[in-house]
């Protein structure tokens, strides 16, 4: 029960980490409306765990427990968010943000190309 309790969880958080759009492309944005962002994305995540523990009649994981699980992800979703912006920063004042030239090699028909990709 556990097991298929943890893989739902799983799943759940990575629905809702897309959907509020933690997945996209990583981009400079205001430290407050991330947080904001990923507040909003965990109190949903730990609201929806709720209900499913009442709906399944779980009485083994303690309110503690889901407690610590949205404060800890709080906590890294936000140390990440904020150096990712660090480093987008830090990488775009050094004249980095511009298109640079990669070789890519492969995909399907073996062959190779040329792409121009943003680098960090």
Not at 3 to 16: D, H, N, P, Q, S
Not at 67 to 90: D, M, P, Q, W
Not at 103 to 118: A, C, D, M, N, P
Request: charged content about 15%; aromatic content about 10%; glycine content about 8%.
């Amino acid at each position: 029960m556990i097991g298929e309790l943890a893989l739902l969880i799983l799943l759940l958080w990575g629905v809702l980490l897309y959907l509020s759009g933690m997945y996209k492309f990583p981009k400079i944005m205001v430290l407050g409306n991330a947080y904001t962002a990923i507040l909003k994305t965990v109190a949903l995540g730990i609201a929806i765990i709720i209900i499913i523990l009442f709906l399944l009649h779980e009485q083994t994981i303690s309110r503690t427990l889901i407690l610590g699980f949205g404060i800890l992800n709080f906590i890294f979703l936000s140390v990440e968010r904020a150096l990712l912006n660090y480093l987008l920063k830090r990488s775009s004042s050094r004249g980095k943000d511009d298109v640079s030239q990669v070789l890519v090699i492969g995909t399907g028909e073996k062959r190779v190309e040329w792409k121009e990709v943003y680098l960090l």
